[in-house]
């Protein structure tokens, strides 16, 4: 690898961005930190962050933005100076926090139409017992609505269902649609279009390595 490179990807609930996610850090040895893994670990371990936070939380409330900022800022900055970035930030003002304080080189944005993700999220079912995931187009279970393992009913999560997730998805585009334009704003958005990771992943691969091997193209302070 040329040189370091510090990424930040976004997109909506369902997109793939947690696989996607996964495939980037095995392919360009990057330090992964997501915000809502580091927040989990922090509540967990009950830090003066941690109980903060969950008060937020328990309430359905955002956690606010300077606690945000700062945990994250703090976490940054005891990386190496490798690292893909999810689930932070979710407002222009985090989004501008952090470019004050960390050099950005990209902002991936997984586009995928709404739809899609509502589609495939209705088709996931699990198993409550073992937390076994099937989806009823690529990974369906032996028996229609059974566990394959116990014969147990399969149920769907309150998440998954349609008009949970319209609503879950309308509300991200309502709060992340201004960071994309502060993003874009900046020169270092680069939206990728589809349908399913294994579609979009070329695309994004070919534009972190090009990105590794051209530097100068866009980073902002």
Known sequence: MSRLIRALIMGPPGSGKGTMSSRIVKEFKLNHLSSGDLLRSQIQRQTAVGVLAKQYIDKGSLVPDDVMVKLITH???GLPP??????FPRTVSQADSLSKNQTL?????????????????EWRWIHPGSDRVYNLDWNPPKVPFKDD???EDLIQRDDD???????????YEQLTKPVLEFYRSKGILTEFHGTETNQIWP????FLSDLLQHPSKQSIE
Not at 163 to 170: G, K, M, N
Not at 203 to 206: E, F, G, S
Request: proline share 5%.
């Open 75 to 77: 976490e940054l900055n």
């Open 149 to 151: 393992v116990t014969g």
């Open 161 to 171: 269902k349609p008009e949970t997730v319209r609503a879950r998805l309308e509300a």
């Open 105 to 121: 080189d990209a902002v991936l944005n997984l586009d995928v139409p709404f739809d899609v993700i509502v589609q495939r999220l």
């Open 203 to 206: 695309h994004v691969n070919d």
């Open 82 to 87: 490798n690292w893909l970035l999810d689930g």
